[in-house]
């Protein structure tokens, strides 16, 4: 099976523009969420989506946004950037475990950099 | 804020040697996830233990948690240049769906 897949790889943005970036789940996995990494620090909750609706929102503010759609792909929208947007932003697919346990696994980023 | 805590924030051994890296947290949580990132690329899932669960194995990889501690470690034994990388620990928060990562181990396995 396909991981987590996400899109663009890499994003070139000028101060006060909005970006969109997209994320295709592992086929059954039907949770999604989405993560900021900022260069040398772990990565920070933004949203989690599971069946079209938000379950868990980060301390971002209401600039960040996302949705999930009928086919459990989601989209991050970003307004307004501000150059401490410039970061890895991660979308992993969660599922749970025969075990009970929710298991998250990542894509591999794309990369913004707002100039 | 990040509730988890890596110790050491850098380590580097020979090819061959085993790795040791602890991760500390503040609050009671569901289950400890431990990944793996190469250069800044995407996480690599390593190994779940569950609250309930005190040690697990995966191929050269043995990861202890102590919910009394709030504290888990990583061990990774015979480790390899391909082992370089960056650890991260992250928690799930009881009773909700958000993931804390800690601020990551820089392993690097000299050749």
């Known amino acids: 099976d396909a991981g987590v897949t996400q899109s663009p790889t890499h994003l070139i943005k000028t101060r006060g523009q909005h970006v969109t970036l997209r994320c295709s789940p592992i086929?059954?996995?039907?949770?999604v969420s989405w993560y900021q990494q900022v260069l040398g620090q772990g990565p920070q909750f933004i949203f989690q989506?599971?069946?079209?609706?938000?379950?868990g929102r980060g301390n971002f503010p209401d600039r960040f946004s996302a949705r999930q759609f009928p086919n459990y792909s989601s989209e991050l929208n970003v307004n307004a950037l501000l150059l401490g947007d410039s970061a890895l932003y991660l979308c992993?697919?969660?599922?749970?475990?025969?075990?009970?346990?929710?298991?998250?696994?990542f894509g591999p980023g794309t990369r913004l950099t707002v100039l | 804020s990040q509730q988890g805590e890596e110790d050491p924030q850098a380590l580097s051994i020979q090819e061959g040697e085993n790795a040791t890296m602890n991760c500390s947290y503040k609050?009671?949580?569901?289950?400890l996830q431990w990944y793996r990132q190469n250069s800044g690329r995407g996480l690599v899932h390593l190994i779940l233990?569950?609250?309930?669960?005190r040690e697990k194995h995966s191929g050269r990889l043995r990861v202890t948690l102590d919910t009394s501690k709030k504290s888990s470690s990583l061990l990774i034994t015979a480790s390899r240049a391909a082992d370089t990388a960056s650890y991260f620990c992250?928690?799930?928060?009881?009773?909700?769906?958000?993931?804390?990562f800690g601020t990551g181990t820089r392993l690097k396995v000299l050749a």
């Open positions: 992993a697919s969660s599922r749970i475990t025969s075990g009970g346990a929710h298991e998250q696994f």
């Open positions: 086929s059954g996995h039907k949770s």
């Open positions: 989506y599971y069946e079209k609706e938000e379950r």
């Open positions: 609050t009671s949580i569901n289950n």
């Open positions: 233990i569950r609250s309930n669960e």
């Open positions: 992250a928690t799930l928060l009881s009773g909700t769906y958000k993931y804390i």
